[in-house]
């Protein structure tokens, strides 16, 4: 039997959250988007975190905009979209307005929900192209480059930042204040700079400053929720209307039914249990591998298999068939191994979502 996902008693959640969240005019059904996280966040993933509890709101992965338009193969397969994967946000990057708005454009006709922009990615293949956490650097021209974004599309435009290029210019204040002014819908924020990378903590004063910059737009903050007791503390100290989840969606793919039930009835119900760990993780490849057929599909799995092996506490054989996955046969002894043995000593559900660390950019961020 599980038990509950927490032994101490969950603070209330705010009753601001029970009402209407509106990014332009889409109505989300729950405060909490699945923020983009570059290989990890794919059609695969997204329909299968929707099945546990779906998110108000999915962001594709980050897409060169100039990419979208010279029909690049692998952004086609970053676009790829059903009609259960909605509503959905496609996250695209770029330094030329003609480039952003023509990409914005091709995108509402495909039947994106909304187009976010990215302000924050501090990788450097990103940052160089002048894109990403780049165009915090250059206010004048992101400022023209997100208005004519906006202008040339009917459906709702975001936009995602850092708190600043480094703590000697946080200028997201400055930036949501200008965005809403020409007619963005919402912004999302990353409690952190370009400078810190993944590294330190979230600031949540600096979120809050961005929150107190606007009038009527939503602020989403982002960065180190992966409990309802940290949604609660960023909900509380930033103010913000609604929390974009990347990694703790991945350590646990229950987490947006928790917090809807958190909202509902102030409880969030029994964690993620081992049968049905296995049960997602079965699923999730079937579904890589209806992508990107067998050899594709078991080559993705790889880049994800670490954090299944750690949640799961598999042993070293296991792990390492998992890590060099080869077939969906291979996959498949090792799931009925599994299956056969439960739950090893002392694992916990709660443990293993809290335990597990996804892989973000270390090291000197101008080597990334």
Not at 147 to 153: F, P, Q
Request: charged content about 20%; glycine content about 8%.
């Amino acid at each position: 039997m599980n038990r509950p996902c927490t032994d101490v008693v969950l603070p209330p959640a705010p009753p601001r959250l029970r009402k209407p969240l509106f990014v332009g005019g889409l109505q989300l059904e729950l405060p909490f988007t699945l923020a983009p996280l570059a290989g990890y966040t794919n059609l695969p993933f997204r329909l299968s975190v929707r099945e546990q509890g779906a998110p108000g709101l999915a962001v594709t992965d980050l897409i060169n905009a100039r990419a979208i338009l010279e029909g690049s193969k692998k952004s086609l397969e970053l676009l790829a979209t059903t009609p259960a994967d909605r509503p959905l946000s496609v996250q695209i990057f770029g330094a030329v307005p003609e480039e952003m708005a023509a990409a914005a454009q091709w995108l509402e006709d495909y039947g994106a929900t909304v187009v976010d922009i990215n302000m924050g990615c501090p990788v450097r293949k990103v940052v160089r192209t002048g894109g990403g956490s780049a165009m915090m650097c250059d206010p004048g021209n992101a400022i023209r480059l997100v208005e004519r974004v906006v202008r040339s599309v009917r459906i709702p435009v975001t936009v995602k930042m850092r708190l600043g290029w480094d703590a000697r210019n946080l200028t997201a204040p400055f930036f949501a204040r200008e965005f809403e002014q020409i007619g963005v819908a919402a912004v999302t924020v990353h409690g952190r700079t370009r400078e810190q990378g993944f590294t330190g903590t979230v600031d949540l004063a600096g979120i809050r400053a961005v929150v107190e910059a606007v009038e009527r737009i939503p602020v989403i903050g982002n960065g180190d929720v992966r409990t309802i007791a940290d949604a609660h503390r960023m909900f509380s100290e930033t103010g913000c209307a609604a929390i974009a989840i990347g990694r703790g969606a991945l350590a646990n793919p229950w987490i947006f039914r928790q917090l809807r039930q958190w909202i509902e009835t102030g409880q969030a119900g029994p964690a993620m249990s081992y049968e049905q760990r296995l049960d997602f993780m079965e699923v999730h490849l079937r579904r890589l591998i209806e992508w990107r057929g067998e050899h594709g599909g078991c080559l993705m799995f790889r880049k994800i298999a670490n954090w299944y092996s750690k949640a799961l506490r598999v042993n070293k054989s296991q792990h390492q068939r998992l890590l060099m996955l080869d077939s969906a046969a291979t996959f498949a002894a090792v799931l009925d191994e599994l299956r056969q043995a439960g739950p090893p000593p002392h694992w916990h559900p709660v443990s293993a979502a809290d335990a597990l660390a996804i892989p973000v950019p270390s090291g000197p961020i101008a080597h990334w």
